[in-house]
């Protein structure tokens, strides 16, 4: 099975919009089992997903350990699509650790991950992650195979993105096998700014920087989590649906997952 982390310290990057339509794509053209794992408090992807933190889900696994997997799940209404969901009790679980009330425990998840790839539960697996350090998000990255750092295009995210690979090889010192694939531009509308970003990316980018960008298409993206959808579900022929299928290729075919000219 393969991980994904989708990472990023800052807020409003396509971090959620990112997994939502990268795990429809891959349980309905690619006829993968994906499961999504909300790792974010506020719990969006589990919300658009219809998918209810209830006493299961990612803070219980965090206290308690891998237990029987198939009672943390929650089923979607999408073929292949699974999602371990989260909500409000992952922040709380995150302030008790900060008071000392509870240990915090940084590799359940990779438990919980080595228990489903030795069951053969999953193909893939990708994790939503919160914009900060939290205890899922550390979890996170000691957990996934591969970290993807999606971006916007205005000066902050685009000169960061060397600060945000250097925390994060930081917190990958503990876990050496966890690489970063690289940073997916998002939000991008045909600009001198956008391009500008663009092209600073690729050259100062300390990771590889894929060459699919996702158009802004702010008001499919803001339906579809009304639709409760992935936007690739609920438009799949405005700009974010075309470009998110393309950058699921170009993602498949770098990791060897499909070969080159593949659907």
């Avoid at 939502?20 to 992807?45: C, E, F, P, S, W």
């Avoid at 350990?65 to 198939?70: L, S």
């Avoid at 960061?160 to 250097?166: D, E, Y």
Wanted: hydrophobic share 40%; net charge negative; aromatic share 8%.
């Amino acid at each position: 099975m393969k991980t994904f982390a989708i990472v990023n310290q800052k807020g409003g990057v396509g971090k959620t919009t990112t997994t939502l339509n990268l795990g429809y794509i891959l349980a309905t053209q690619y006829h993968m089992r994906v499961l999504l794992i909300d790792a974010d408090n506020q719990g969006n992807t589990s919300s658009v997903l219809d998918a209810a933190g209830g006493e299961g889900g990612l803070a219980w696994l965090l206290q308690y350990g891998a237990g029987y997997y198939p009672d943390l799940v929650c089923h979607t209404d999408v073929n292949g699509l699974d999602v371990l969901p989260s909500g409000q009790d992952l922040g709380d679980l995150d302030l008790e650790c900060m008071s000392g009330k509870r240990q915090p425990d940084f590799w359940a998840l990779k438990g919980f991950i080595t228990t489903l790839t030795e069951d053969d539960a999953y193909d893939v697996c990708i994790i939503d992650c919160p914009p900060y350090f939290s205890l899922s998000c550390l979890n996170a990255i000691a957990a996934a195979d591969s970290i993807i750092i999606p971006t916007d295009t205005d000066a902050y995210s685009a000169t960061g993105m060397a600060k945000v690979v250097a925390q994060i090889d930081k917190i990958r010192s503990v876990s050496p096998t966890t690489r970063i694939t690289g940073c997916l531009v998002t939000r991008w509308a045909k600009s001198e700014v956008s391009d500008g970003a663009v092209d600073y990316l690729r050259k100062e980018s300390p990771v590889h920087v894929f060459e699919t960008v996702i158009r802004t298409s702010t008001e499919k993206v803001r339906e579809s989590t009304w639709a409760r959808q992935a936007a690739c579900q609920w438009s799949p022929f405005c700009n974010v649906s075309k470009d998110y299928r393309e950058f699921a290729r170009e993602l498949l075919t770098l990791e060897g997952m499909i070969h080159h000219g593949e659907v």
